[in-house]
């Protein structure tokens, strides 16, 4: 059985990381999306164990001490984990997996997958990115500073990416995504042990 794809996807905070994820994993049911760990406060709309698993700051520890994480990091005095058994589990089976996830927690995921496929969303400006956070209406105004700020940090890492996809039109994110999905999936890298036989000469 071929080892599914892990495909990575961050971005700045406001980028439109989740949203692009609910629609890719709308058009293709099959892409299993990776839930991360979390000790911040859940917002009014989300749900725990579907958006994140909420953890006390204590919870969080122990599962360190467990090596249950692929990753883990501190975002804006919050701690995000990504649980490693989920991740690997689903791989093995064939399964490809998406893992949304901030710019740190992304780079350090890339140190233990070099394999995986990493993707950075970007706003289509300064100005948009700022409304779209605002917009959420769930931060301070020295948060949404900060979160600018650190946006501007974070787009200094896009080299260490393998593609770039700016968010201007959902729709045609999640075609280029899956664009990219079926070509990785045609690297040569991926594919010398499938045919081998080829080289050999046997029969299929």
Not at 65 to 75: I, S
Not at 84 to 100: I, M, N, P, T, Y
Not at 143 to 150: C, E
Request: hydrophobic share 35%.
């Amino acid at each position: 059985m071929d080892k599914g794809l892990l495909i990575v996807l961050s971005g700045p905070s406001g980028a439109g990381k989740g949203t692009v994820c609910d629609a890719l994993t709308l058009e293709n049911p099959e892409i299993s999306l990776s839930v991360s760990c979390t000790t911040r406060k859940k917002r009014a709309s989300e749900v725990d164990g579907v958006d994140y698993f909420f953890k006390s700051g204590e919870e969080f520890d122990e599962l360190i001490k467990q090596g249950a994480f692929l990753e883990y990091a501190d975002v804006f005095s919050n701690r995000y984990g990504t649980p490693r058994s989920f991740v690997e589990e689903k791989l093995a089976q064939g399964k490809d997996v998406l893992l949304e996830i901030d710019v740190q927690g992304a780079l350090n995921v890339k140190k233990n997958f070099p394999d995986g496929v990493f993707l950075f969303l970007v706003p289509p400006s300064m100005d948009e990115l700022e409304r779209r956070i605002r917009k959420r209406a769930t931060e301070t105004e020295e948060q949404i500073q900060n979160r600018l700020g650190k946006a501007r940090g974070e787009l200094e890492k896009m080299q260490y990416y393998d593609y770039v996809i700016m968010n201007d039109d959902i729709n045609s994110v999640v075609r280029k995504i899956l664009c990219i999905m079926e070509a990785e999936k045609l690297k040569v890298s991926r594919n010398l042990k499938r045919y081998e036989y080829l080289r050999r000469g046997d029969d299929k």
